[in-house]
């Protein structure tokens, strides 16, 4: 594609998502939602309450897994030791972002280097 046909394909999406916004603007549903969350973000600064106070005041019986991951905390992730069958090499990596791994995959595979996993 030209970078001329490519610039008028996206003005054409550009005008039409602009007139699909200038059509919400007036939608009254939507002005009576920002209008709740403007009001609901006001009350909260004004007693110094986060959202998910809020939620635990409201539903104080939440899952607690849930409330471990809103406040950051989550489970540690385990090692995962590869070996390359061909030369003896090994790879310990708690993620898949490692780069002697990703270029075994590139190489061999992703699927052979998963049957590495000891």
Known sequence: MSKL?????????????????????????????IEFEQKLRGLLA????????????????????????ATGQRKERAVKIYVNPNNGERVETKGGNHKVLKAWKEEFGAETVESWLQ
């Not at 490519?6 to 939602?33: G, H, T, Y």
């Open 46 to 69: 004004e007693y110094g309450f986060s959202l998910r106070e809020v939620k635990l005041i409201l539903d104080p019986h939440a899952r607690p897994e849930r409330a471990q991951a």
């Open 5 to 33: 046909a490519e610039f008028k394909a996206l003005e054409a999406q550009l005008a039409e998502q602009l007139k699909q916004l200038d059509a919400m603007k007036n939608d009254n549903e939507l002005k009576k939602e």
